[in-house]
């Protein structure tokens, strides 16, 4: 390691996470590993969730879906949002399911030979992202990608508010979703609605199969306790005593009020360290160490109560501090901060209790090996 930066990702974690959930919702798991799997690396995660069953995985794009091809994944693999008709002929190569989702879409997918094409088609069931926002639409979708000879293997929707326990927007977009699936009177392969938190809060009997992203990394609404698998860290690289009125960083942003320690840590915001984490803590032996001034690019200062080593360990979140109350903090959501953990910070995984090399790359034949049922 070069830097002295590190995210550290627990896959045992995750894989107990997903198996608690499986164990909740009893239905096919399809693995939402969009975003490089939140920012934790997508073969390493597909690996942790395969291993205990997850029968698909989905992404966002093709870029992110060929990724994983060439990681040597061959499993059920599905593109959650845009494609375009250019991509067709690589989607059948490649056996990569996508979502139908306009007319547009379906009008442009049309023009191009889409034979054996596989598709699950989306029903905006009220969120107004993407989908097929009635019944005749999507009876139209079906109608034409069937003549093109797709296979149309599953249909979907997505829920905008699954973490409000009252559920009354849940159920009203559920039950747009289940007019329209059974109105259409095709039998779908793959049925889904619910995200992580609608995986464990929301029960139904028409889906066959959950998509879970957020709840691999021991993030729920509810209460469910789930192992946290995600941890940021770096290392004190040098400690300095200040004097009352010395100032600090950029912009002078913090003057020292008496005799004080500060800490330099080689963490700044193109790690995904944003600047509003200013005045938040870091852990650090034992005591929690104030953000002073503003935050560098590569740097940061922090004040210490007491002085401690160069090359103390520091946590910036993970056991002291909770990646949920970080992101209460910052006013934003778990979600937006382990995607912003740019690619320069080194990631480091366990797996089956080992610290797996730095940079581990899966071997192909690993990832191939995983046996579907
Ligand atoms: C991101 C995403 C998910 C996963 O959501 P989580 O809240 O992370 O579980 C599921 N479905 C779709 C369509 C998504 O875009």
Not at 235 to 263: C, L, N, P, S
Request: with cysteine; hydrophobic share 40%.
């Amino acid at each position: 390691m070069f830097r002295n930066t590190w995210m550290e990702v627990n896959l045992d974690a995750i894989a107990d996470n997903v198996k608690r959930i499986q164990e909740i919702c009893k239905k096919r798991i399809i693995a939402v590993l969009k975003a490089d799997a939140y920012g934790c690396g997508d073969s390493h995660v597909a690996r942790a969730v395969l291993s205990v069953g997850a029968e698909m995985i989905a992404v966002s794009s093709l870029d992110e879906a060929l990724m994983l091809r060439n990681e040597g994944y061959n499993g059920e693999l599905l593109i959650l949002g845009a494609t375009e008709k250019e991509d067709v002929p690589i989607l059948i190569k490649e056996n990569i399911s996508v979502a139908a989702y306009s007319k547009d879409w379906v009008h442009q997918v049309q023009t191009t030979n889409c034979k054996n094409l596989k598709i699950h088609l989306k029903i905006d069931s009220g969120m107004n992202r993407i989908g097929f926002r009635t019944l005749d639409e999507a009876k139209e979708a079906l109608n034409i990608l069937l003549e093109q000879e797709c296979n149309v293997d599953g249909i979907f929707t997505h829920f905008a508010c699954a973490d409000d326990p009252e559920q009354t927007d849940t159920k009203k977009q559920f039950s747009k979703f289940e007019s329209i699936v059974k109105e259409l009177d095709y039998s779908f392969h793959w049925i889904h609605s619910d995200n992580s938190d609608a995986t464990i809060s929301f029960q139904d009997d028409l889906t066959n199969a959950c998509r879970v992203g957020i709840g691999m990394y021991g993030v729920n609404s509810y209460g469910i306790e789930l192992r946290h698998p995600i941890s940021l860290h770096t290392k004190v690289i040098m400690v300095k005593h200040v004097a009352k009125g010395d100032r600090i960083g950029y912009g002078f942003t913090y003057e020292a009020q008496g005799d004080e320690i500060i800490a330099t840590l080689p963490i700044g915001y193109a790690d995904g360290l944003v600047r509003a984490n200013q005045g938040r803590c870091v852990y650090i032996d034992g005591q929690y160490a104030t953000i002073v001034g503003r935050i560098c690019m590569d740097q940061v200062m922090v004040r210490l109560e007491k002085e401690v080593p160069i090359g103390t360990d520091v946590e910036i979140f993970g056991p002291h501090i909770h990646l949920e109350d970080m992101a209460k903090d910052l006013n934003t959501i778990p979600y937006e901060i382990i995607c912003l953990i740019s690619g320069r910070v080194t990631r480091s995984y366990i797996w089956e209790g080992k610290q797996l090399e730095e940079n581990a790359r899966i071997l192909k034949s690993e990832i191939t090996e995983v046996h579907y049922e």
